[in-house]
Antibody, heavy 124, light 110 residues
């Protein structure tokens, strides 16, 4: 069963903004226990954490991407979203949203459910 | 924020055990026991297999185990099976509410 699903354009022009939304199955995320996370993976390469957002709206960013990343949450729509500005070819890759979870009483630190991934290509 | 260091590849014969190391630093693995491990098949999303000191999500084989010593975490796969051939990634909390992944290790079953 797919609990998280990424959606957004698969092609973005250089210097423009990449926008993705993660649609979450109703009831799959508890606002008091989970964050929404974004992880990306260039083709043939490793994983990179982009950032996570609590469902109270507090965002946490990879320092190397902080200046270009905006994370938002819309609880009414069971969604959280990613915007990455000023993209270049280096931003091409698979973008995954994930449920960011933790043990009881602890802040989230592992990603226990992932979307299928969205391939975003940066090209003119 | 430097990535955690993993060997590019490890291999073993069916039934053997293999261990994948994940070398970090004092500001991530060394201080926080907040490490997780993921298995990824080609073309698929990663899957959580180990979190914390050595906990497995429901449904994950007991052949997978995790440990930590100093600044290094390790994943051991016991009784290696053909289905274990995949890429494996470690991830650690790295202070100020940030997270860092390892570069990934390809496991080959000979």
């Amino acid at each position: 069963q797919v609990h998280l699903q990424e959606s957004g354009p698969g092609l973005v022009k250089p210097s423009e903004t990449l926008s993705l939304t993660c649609n979450v199955s109703r009831g799959f995320i508890n606002r008091n226990s989970h964050y929404g996370g974004w992880i990306r993976q260039p083709p043939g390469k490793g994983l990179e954490w982009i950032g996570s957002i609590s469902f109270t709206g507090s965002p946490y960013h990879n320092p190397s991407l902080r200046s270009r990343v905006t994370l938002l949450v819309d609880e009414s729509k069971n969604q959280f979203s990613l915007k990455l500005t000023s993209v270049t070819a280096a931003d091409t890759g698979f973008y995954y949203c994930a449920r960011h979870s933790g043990e009881p009483g602890m802040a989230p630190y592992f990603f226990d459910s992932w979307g299928q991934g969205a391939l975003v290509t940066v090209s003119s | 924020q430097s990535a955690l260091t993993q060997p590019a590849s490890v291999s073993g014969s069916p039934g053997q055990s293999v261990t994948i190391s994940c070398a970090g630093a004092s500001n991530n693995i060394g201080t926080y026991s907040l490490v997780s491990w993921y298995q990824q098949y080609p073309g698929k999303a990663p899957k959580l297999i180990i979190f914390g000191s050595n906990q497995r999500p429901s449904g994950v084989s007991t052949r997978f185990s995790g440990s930590k010593s100093g600044n290094t975490a390790s994943l051991t796969i016991s009784g290696l099976q053909s289905e274990d051939e995949a890429d494996y990634y470690c991830c650690s909390y790295a202070e100020r509410s940030t997270f860092v992944f390892g570069g990934g290790t390809k496991v080959t079953v000979l």
